[in-house]
């Protein structure tokens, strides 16, 4: 249960720094932080050029607009330019007992923030602070130094002696207060540990203190990191029901919490508040609809959306442009997505790295090798430096179409950013030597990442080195594969020598046996579906049909294809979007034969049959749907190509049953004639 919550936010606080007004307790921070940084430029230890320190409106989460309501020192007493001296040895040594040696024996509280607010890091502000506190005789340390020292710790990330530091603050008998808390809440937020945060929200309730909108916004955004929905949608309502002044961070915090739980209504419905209240959603909060609305496949509702946007006046941000983009991209409509990047260059809309990349990211699902191109010289013409991310998505591109040398000076372009090569830039290379036929220059690379020094191979590795071993010509190729195993997984290579060895033959049977074991023993993680998918395409291209089903059964059976069915009341749905096409062959055959059980045990079908496919290529390079179609229509299926949206099969039940029906019978006519 919630605490009573005030009717109105709560009751300001005199700063035993101010000199006449009143402020909320968030304002001592910049407040102290405005008077340090008044002091003459600090000389840093890292020899940057000098400057000053200040806490900022964002540092503390409140706006701007009150941080100028703040009163500052504008005369200094010949005492604070001993605090600059003392500053400028801290910050050159960390030596506490040499900064203070010329001094009187004597810091107030306020000359202690002053000094702790301009040490740049939190190391030497910690051991300042320490110093002080073993001579309480001398230096005054109160709830405000505290609530300073906090603040650093939180800049710094520091948890756990940010949770130290108010235990032992509440055992001086030293009682915190909503700064406190607020900047206890936010350390744990920053530290991407909500479970902390929450409990420290829930005791700040049990001490009776009243948070204020910034502590409300980050206890609803925690509850929904955590899946507390509903608790944070009783916060939420709570604040409305005393009419609580919400701010659009309040708005766009409830409105994650439904992002999270992929309630797109409830986000229409929060905008729609928004209005109704005289409030104008920003373009955060659009953009968290869009995207809600794009992950739920409701792409004319988000584009719908963007128009509201613009012509609201609220302009696009580069996260509405990478929403869209992407959108289109898990979609398939690659025109689309690149009439948003025409559109933002007409327009003048700003563009950031991470849109440019979105970019490339349907470059490489469209396999548009020459707009990739034009994407990286527009960014250098616009100035925006390309990361490490594009030049992986850009050799991602070159390696789908199995453009070995492009590919290759990506790679060297991530290393030159990055310093070394990794394991994932070494899968994409194998990837694109496969793409090219190179099987042996595949081989090459990995020995190339083995002799590197810098990375080791993994289960990624493992699923490319099978298949190319699936995509390779002659016995030459698989053997060149077969060794790179040998490297570094006995298991699989013992597994493989079985399927490929023509010189040392094995049963069927015992080939089987070895499969269900090697599978059987595998640990659960999701490589076992590429894993089973990649088996299955090598015992499929070397003739070992029975193998493939045995390893597609037992995928199924240990878990690697969890939702491959989905049959509901209305309609029954099969879905290889993840699949290899010889996997998928598996799969289908696997269908019928369920289809064809329960048509013998007189159930009844569904209204609906649902074959998915997705858009996307299987690891060969070719698209999956148009192959599955070809499959279907050899089989005299009577499913027909989905093309709003596209990638899907669908079939009515009636006519699935007067096929399945007409097969069992021709099926049992041949037995029959035999």
Not at 127 to 151: C, D, G, H, Q, S
């Amino acid at each position: 249960m919630l605490w009573a919550l005030p009717t109105s936010k709560p009751a300001t606080t005199l700063s035993p720094f101010s000199t006449s007004s009143t402020h909320s307790h968030h304002s001592h921070g910049r407040f102290l932080a405005k008077a340090a940084s008044s002091a003459s430029s600090l000389e840093l230890d890292n020899g940057e050029e000098n400057r000053t320190s200040s806490n900022t409106p964002e540092e503390t989460g409140e706006s701007s607009a009150s941080a100028k309501t703040i009163p500052r020192y504008t005369k200094w007493t010949p005492q604070f330019a001993r605090v600059d001296e003392v500053l400028k040895i801290l910050q050159k040594t960390g030596n506490v007992e040499a900064a203070l040696e010329s001094w009187d024996k004597s810091l107030s509280a306020k000359n202690i923030v002053t000094v702790l607010n301009n040490i740049n890091r939190w190391e030497k502000a910690l051991a300042f602070f320490e110093w002080l506190k073993a001579r309480p005789e001398l230096y005054e340390i109160n709830r405000y130094t505290y609530n300073v020292m906090l603040k650093i710790l939180r800049n710094g990330r520091q948890l756990e002696l940010s949770e130290k530091l108010v235990e032992e603050m509440t055992g001086r008998g030293i009682q915190p207060d909503n700064y406190t808390f607020s900047t206890l809440i936010n350390c744990a937020k920053r530290c991407r540990q909500p479970e902390e945060a929450l409990k420290w929200f829930e005791r700040m309730k049990s001490e009776g203190i009243v948070p204020d909108e910034v502590t409300y916004n980050s206890v609803i955004d925690m509850y929904g990191r955590v899946g507390r929905v509903n608790e944070a949608v009783e916060l939420y309502e709570k604040l409305k029901s005393v009419n609580w002044k919400l701010d659009t961070v309040t708005y766009g915090a409830i409105a994650n919490v439904y992002a999270r739980a992929g309630d797109y209504q409830s986000i229409i419905q929060l905008v729609q508040e928004m209005r109704d209240s005289g409030s104008s959603p920003n373009a955060v909060i659009m953009n968290t609809l869009m995207g809600t609305l794009s992950k739920a496949g409701k792409v004319n509702q988000a584009k719908k959306v963007f128009n509201e946007m613009r012509t609201s006046g609220v302009s696009p941000t580069p996260v509405t442009l990478s929403i869209l983009v992407e959108m289109y991209t898990r979609v398939g409509a690659y025109d689309q997505a690149f009439e948003v990047y025409e559109t933002l260059k007409t327009e003048g809309w700003k563009c950031d790295v991470a849109v440019y990349n979105s970019l490339m990211k349907a470059c490489v699902e469209g396999g548009r090798v020459e707009q990739a191109e034009d994407i990286l010289k527009e960014m250098k013409r616009a100035g925006c430096n390309p990361d490490h991310l594009t030049y992986r998505t850009a050799m991602n591109t070159y390696a789908t179409k199995g453009m070995v040398d492009p590919a290759r000076r990506m790679f060297d372009k991530v290393v030159a950013l990055n310093g070394k090569p990794d394991t994932p830039l070494f899968t994409v290379m194998i990837r694109a030597c496969k793409l090219a036929g190179e099987i042996e220059q595949a081989s090459k690379i990995f020995d190339e990442m083995m002799e590197s020094g810098c990375c080791s191979p993994d289960e990624r590795v493992s699923g490319m080195l099978l298949s190319c071993m699936a995509m390779a010509k002659n016995d030459d190729e698989r053997l060149a594969i077969l060794d790179c195993l040998d490297k570094f997984n006995a298991p699989l290579h013992e597994l493989m020598s079985a399927i490929v060895r023509k010189e040392e033959p094995r049963s069927r049977d015992e080939v089987a046996e070895m499969v269900e074991k090697f599978i059987s023993d595998y640990p659960e993680t999701d490589s076992r579906k590429p894993l089973c998918n990649c088996l299955i395409d090598i015992c499929s291209s070397v003739g070992m049909k029975h193998a493939a089903h045995k390893i597609f059964a037992m995928g199924v059976a240990v878990g690697a294809y969890d939702g491959l069915q989905t049959n509901l009341p209305s309609l029954w749905r099969l879905n290889l979007r993840t699949l290899s096409m010889p996997a998928a062959e598996c799969a289908i055959e696997a269908w019928v034969s369920s289809l064809k059980a329960a048509v013998r045990e007189g159930d009844e079908l569904p209204e609906d049959l649902i074959i998915e496919t997705g858009v996307g290529r299987v690891r060969s390079g070719q698209r999956l749907n148009p192959i599955v179609g070809t499959l279907l229509k050899k089989l005299g299926a009577p499913f027909t190509e989905n093309t709003e949206p596209a990638g899907y099969y669908c079939s009515t039940g009636a006519a699935v049953e007067a096929w399945i029906k007409a097969r069992i019978a021709l099926e049992e006519n041949s037995a029959f004639s035999l």
